[in-house]
Nanobody, 123 residues
Framework: QGWLLESGGGSVHPGDSLRLSCGAS????????LGWFRQAPGKEYEFVAS????????DYADSVKGRFTLSRDNDKSTVFLQMNSLKPEDTAVYYC????????????????WGQGTQVTVSS
């Protein structure tokens, strides 16, 4: 559909930072919860972080807690995933996904997906 568009991926060294953005078109953005998932080669989708429609609930996977920060700007219809202290195991394609109102840890509960952005962390 092209409703979500991720950007900000790239190749970095361990310990570096990246900020991923997920922009949405359409006026319903404030009513959607957004989630970030990642998929490494040969692996299943992995939950990274999610934020509810109003930003009141933000959840993180244990593997990124304390290193990643998720936020949203409804005026700009954008969510931001600030990733600090990146590790090689963070290497994956990162996907932004949307569902109505409440966030979820489960990828199958998200109806709208972006095309993904590659993050590579290596020395």
């Amino acid at each position: 559909q092209g409703w979500l568009l991720e950007s900000g991926g790239g190749s970095v060294h361990p310990g570096d930072s990246l900020r991923l953005s997920c922009g949405a078109s359409g006026r319903n953005f404030p009513t959607y919860a957004l989630g970030w998932f990642r998929q490494a080669p040969g692996k299943e989708y992995e939950f990274v972080a999610s934020i509810s429609w109003n930003g009141a609930t933000i959840d993180y996977a244990d593997s990124v807690k304390g290193r990643f920060t998720l936020s949203r700007d409804n005026d700009k219809s954008t969510v931001f995933l600030q990733m600090n202290s990146l590790k090689p195991e963070d290497t994956a394609v990162y996907y932004c996904a949307a569902r109505a109102y409440s966030s979820s840890y489960y990828s199958h509960e998200y109806a709208i997906w972006g095309q993904g952005t590659q993050v590579t962390v290596s020395s």
